[in-house]
Nanobody, 122 residues
Framework: QVQLVESGGGLVQAGGSLRLSCAASGRIFSIDAMGWHRQAPGKQRELVATLTSGGSTNYADSVKGRFTISGDNAKKVVYLQMNSLKPEDTAVYYC????????????????WGLGTQVTVSS
């Protein structure tokens, strides 16, 4: 069983910072990529940032220059450092993993966390 658990969300003033963490647990051999998505009320879930096992990153235009995704392959943890937060960043942030291979079952696909709330006040 593979699980993703997010943490680090909260309430912050505009211009402030938060650091989200996502820990993958289970019998994991490898993960091709991990990333963050977010969903605000009344909006579709959108990609925020992705990180491949090789270290390549990708960001949504709306967060470029403000957010940084990083990870620790050994610990199977991915982070999202969010700086210069804006009210429009308010959303539930979800961690996801793709291309998971289990030490026990082989390739098992992807997984999603349950999300963590980020609220940015003006």
């Amino acid at each position: 069983q593979v699980q993703l658990v997010e943490s680090g969300g909260g309430l912050v003033q505009a211009g402030g910072s938060l650091r989200l963490s996502c820990a993958a647990s289970g019998r994991i051999f490898s993960i091709d990529a991990m990333g963050w998505h977010r969903q605000a009320p009344g909006k579709q879930r959108e990609l925020v940032a992705t990180l491949t096992s090789g270290g390549s990153t990708n960001y949504a235009d709306s967060v470029k220059g403000r957010f940084t995704i990083s990870g620790d392959n050994a610990k199977k943890v991915v982070y999202l450092q969010m700086n210069s937060l804006k009210p429009e960043d308010t959303a539930v942030y979800y961690c996801n993993a793709e291309g998971i291979r289990s030490t026990l079952f082989g390739r098992v696909g992807g997984s999603w966390g349950l999300g963590t709330q980020v609220t940015v006040s003006s």
